[in-house]
């Protein structure tokens, strides 16, 4: 009680000495605690975050003047009873070196904001349950990190996340059920993912914005993972942002997943990335998504995609291959399939890349693989009753021959029709000799040749035709003798 009551006393004399503002300093290196003030700063972070809460004022600002850590385990912040407060963690300005924080966090239902700090140490968790979190022109380094959220707004400016891993069960960034989430002239760079993971699971405000940000260097770890991957979300929006040389482990999957309702990519750089499914993008539909490809839109304008790879989708993939992907301005260069050593089509087979004003380098020409033709930038199955035979540019499909089927799209070979049947030139299968007095042997054009019994009865009707004719005859060659 008496400790609750100083911790208020504290506060209230801050607050009446600030204005409206109230700023609580912490000194880690204080040999007493204070209270709170800059003369007598508190010595650890939990006497300063209380006597934050047990405060009336509505903005808190928690200032280091030193290398801080929580005095327990967990820093515990619980603003049920103060949904007006904004609380404020970051360097005090007399602090001119830069100053660490380092600290498992658990906040829930707080408009919380840390700034202008050194994030790192070797394990650590912030836990923020329906809330508000900005972190602002901050260093997350050299730490196995997980921020995880539910049912927040989070807003990252200016900040990076640097050597860091995800921990086992959570991505770097890992948001639940997130309002809306926007990253602003943040950079992730040489980390293990996966960095960056949203699953809107319904909710109905769901939106997440991209801007001005760079993911170099990383690699998704995670089965299924993705360096960046937003699920079941309402909308993405992505702005000037550079993913480059990232890539997979054997796990991971995907560079940059999306299964959302609506996408706009715009004026942002895919380079030298490396996935298993669509070396820069990858467009994917589930059972649970609360939107079907059939409604879902993804626009792309003025993108550039080079010298990425992937085994299926060199640049870009779809789950859906019936996806069709609205591009305007867009760049491809050199993007190729794993292990092919050629150029591919930038998208996964069937996928329509909906092109206006795009560019392919014409020193890294396409080619599809066989049993494929090349539209726009496109590779499509030639259709039932065609095929090619090997990989290349090629424009129009090869009909199959007469005596000749292919049952199936994406046909590298026809199928030669048995004895019994024939087909057409183009024929998608072969049709039975429709009688029984005609046959066809393998591969033969058409039903022309005579069963069995079509010969014993061709012989029959000759003989019963031809029979009495050849007597007649005789006859009037005996009569011509007789006269």
């Given at each position: 009680?008496?400790?609750?009551?100083?911790?208020?006393?504290?506060?209230?004399?801050?607050?009446?000495?600030?204005?409206?503002?109230?700023?609580?300093?912490?000194?880690?290196?204080?040999?007493?605690?204070?209270?709170?003030?800059?003369?007598?700063?508190?010595?650890?972070?939990?006497?300063?975050v209380a006597a934050a809460l047990a405060s009336e004022a509505s903005s808190v600002e928690v200032l280091l003047l030193a290398p801080a850590t929580a005095s327990s385990s967990v820093l515990a912040m619980d603003c049920s009873s103060r949904?007006?407060?904004?609380?404020?963690?970051?360097?005090?300005?007399?602090?001119?070196?830069?100053?660490?924080?380092?600290?498992?966090?658990?906040?829930?239902?707080?408009?919380?904001?840390?700034?202008?700090?050194?994030?790192?140490?070797?394990?650590?968790?912030?836990?923020?349950?329906?809330?508000?979190?900005?972190?602002?022109?901050?260093?997350?380094?050299?730490?196995?990190?997980?921020?995880?959220?539910?049912?927040?707004?989070?807003?990252?400016?200016?900040?990076?996340?640097?050597?860091?891993?995800?921990?086992?069960?959570?991505?770097?960034?890992?948001?639940?059920?997130?309002?809306?989430?926007?990253?602003?002239?943040?950079?992730?760079?040489?980390?293990?993912?996966?960095?960056?993971?949203?699953?809107?699971?319904?909710?109905?405000?769901?939106?997440?914005?991209?801007?001005?940000?760079?993911?170099?260097?990383?690699?998704?770890?995670?089965?299924?993972?993705?360096?960046?991957?937003?699920?079941?979300?309402?909308?993405?929006?992505?702005?000037?942002?550079?993913?480059?040389?990232?890539?997979?482990?054997?796990?991971?999957?995907?560079?940059?997943?999306?299964?959302?309702?609506?996408?706009?990519?715009?004026?942002?750089?895919?380079?030298?990335?490396?996935?298993?499914?669509?070396?820069?993008?990858?467009?994917?539909?589930?059972?649970?998504?609360?939107?079907?490809?059939?409604?879902?839109?993804?626009?792309?304008?003025?993108?550039?995609?080079?010298?990425?790879?992937?085994?299926?989708?060199?640049?870009?993939?779809?789950?859906?291959?019936?996806?069709?992907?609205?591009?305007?301005?867009?760049?491809?260069?050199?993007?190729?399939?794993?292990?092919?050593?050629?150029?591919?089509?930038p998208a996964s087979a069937g996928v329509t890349l909906a092109c206006v004003a795009c560019t392919l380098d014409p020193l890294c020409p396409?080619?599809?693989?066989?049993?494929?033709?090349?539209?726009?930038?496109?590779?499509?199955?030639?259709?039932?009753?065609?095929?090619?035979?090997?990989?290349?540019?090629?424009?129009?499909?090869?009909?199959?021959?007469?005596?000749?089927?292919?049952?199936?799209?994406?046909?590298?070979?026809?199928?030669?029709?048995?004895?019994?049947?024939?087909?057409?030139?183009?024929?998608?299968?072969?049709?039975?000799?429709?009688?029984?007095?005609?046959?066809?042997?393998?591969?033969?054009?058409?039903?022309?040749?005579?069963?069995?019994?079509?010969?014993?009865?061709?012989?029959?009707?000759?003989?019963?035709?031809?029979?009495?004719?050849?007597?007649?005859?005789?006859?009037?060659?005996?009569?011509?003798?007789?006269?």
């Amino acid at each position: 009680m008496r400790s609750s009551a100083m911790l208020l006393l504290a506060a209230m004399l801050l607050w009446c000495s600030c204005g409206s503002a109230l700023q609580i300093y912490v000194d880690s290196s204080a040999a007493t605690q204070g209270n709170g003030s800059l003369s007598a700063p508190f010595n650890s972070m939990q006497p300063a975050v209380a006597a934050a809460l047990a405060s009336e004022a509505s903005s808190v600002e928690v200032l280091l003047l030193a290398p801080a850590t929580a005095s327990s385990s967990v820093l515990a912040m619980d603003c049920s009873s103060r949904p007006d407060l904004h609380l404020t963690i970051a360097a005090a300005p007399q602090q001119q070196a830069a100053t660490s924080f380092a600290s498992n966090m658990y906040s829930a239902a707080c408009r919380l904001t840390v700034a202008n700090l050194t994030i790192a140490a070797p394990v650590m968790r912030w836990t923020f349950l329906e809330g508000l979190l900005d972190l602002v022109q901050c260093n997350v380094q050299d730490s196995v990190f997980s921020l995880f959220s539910v049912r927040s707004s989070i807003s990252l400016q200016y900040t990076r996340f640097h050597n860091c891993s995800a921990s086992k069960d959570f991505a770097l960034i890992d948001l639940s059920k997130p309002q809306n989430v926007d990253v602003d002239h943040c950079t992730f760079d040489s980390s293990i993912g996966p960095l960056f993971h949203v699953a809107g699971a319904g909710a109905p405000t769901a939106n997440v914005s991209l801007r001005n940000s760079a993911f170099f260097n990383n690699n998704a770890l995670e089965a299924d993972g993705a360096s960046v991957g937003l699920f079941e979300v309402d909308s993405f929006y992505m702005e000037k942002c550079v993913l480059e040389s990232n890539g997979i482990t054997s796990s991971g999957r995907y560079t940059l997943a999306l299964s959302l309702a609506s996408a706009l990519i715009n004026g942002s750089s895919f380079v030298n990335n490396r996935a298993q499914y669509g070396g820069a993008l990858a467009l994917l539909t589930t059972s649970s998504s609360t939107s079907s490809s059939s409604s879902s839109s993804t626009d792309v304008r003025y993108s550039r995609f080079v010298n990425n790879t992937a085994m299926d989708g060199a640049a870009l993939y779809a789950s859906d291959s019936s996806t069709v992907v609205s591009m305007l301005a867009c760049e491809f260069r050199c993007n190729s399939l794993q292990g092919s050593g050629e150029n591919s089509s930038p998208a996964s087979a069937g996928v329509t890349l909906a092109c206006v004003a795009c560019t392919l380098d014409p020193l890294c020409p396409v080619v599809c693989p066989a049993g494929m033709l090349l539209r726009g930038l496109s590779c499509l199955p030639c259709p039932e009753g065609t095929y090619t035979a090997t990989a290349g540019a090629a424009t129009e499909c090869v009909r199959c021959p007469a005596g000749f089927y292919s049952a199936t799209q994406g046909a590298t070979s026809c199928t030669q029709c048995g004895a019994g049947s024939s087909s057409t030139a183009g024929a998608s299968y072969c049709s039975v000799c429709s009688n029984a007095f005609v046959t066809s042997r393998a591969g033969d054009k058409t039903c022309a040749r005579l069963t069995l019994f079509g010969t014993v009865l061709a012989v029959v009707a000759g003989v019963l035709v031809m029979g009495p004719l050849l007597f007649v005859v005789y006859q009037v060659r005996e009569r011509k003798k007789q006269e």
